[in-house]
């Protein structure tokens, strides 16, 4: 029989989601636009920060891009799931991520036409992309499948 915890995998995208706009919506609402508080000294920092484009701010402003691409990848993604996620969990936690968090950026995309940042990581001197927990749970869905499929190798024939 298929299994595709579809109930689980709604609770983990619900979580995330919820989790992505809070924390954007206390950003927004409690800091001033360029505002930093610093965490863990210069590695790790609270800034409140807009993309209205993508990572290191490419296709700033082409917001009718954005929502094409998320509305495509969503479709995408729901059909994956169905067709090649069955009885692996791995894959559709992973799947469940990049959902969560396409819906998430999509939704400040929606109302705000920009995305609400504010993780600020400084790596060995280089001031990373400030990103939000959309942008994280995208990373770590894909870096799951990645794994899924080249590492465990049970996801090479659904891919």
Do not use: C
Request: aromatic residues 14%.
């Amino acid at each position: 029989m298929k299994q595709y915890r579809i109930v689980p995998m709604t609770i983990v995208l619900l979580i995330v989601l919820a989790l992505d706009q809070l924390t954007k919506y206390l950003v927004a609402t409690q800091m001033s636009l360029g505002e930093s508080i610093p965490l863990l000294g210069e590695f790790l920092s609270i800034t409140s920060h807009r993309n209205s484009g993508a990572a290191w701010g490419i296709f700033q402003g082409r917001m009718l891009f954005f929502y094409i691409i998320t509305v495509v990848v969503l479709i995408f993604l729901v059909y994956f799931y169905k067709s090649e996620a069955r009885d692996n969990w791995m894959m559709q936690i992973g799947i469940t991520l990049l959902m969560a968090g396409a819906i998430g950026n999509f939704i400040d995309r929606l109302l705000f036409q920009e995305v609400v940042d504010f993780v600020d990581i400084l790596i060995f001197n280089y001031d990373f992309p400030i990103f939000n927990v959309a942008d994280s749970a995208l990373t770590v869905g894909v870096v799951m499948l990645l794994l899924e499929v080249f590492v465990t190798g049970r996801g090479k024939k659904q891919i």
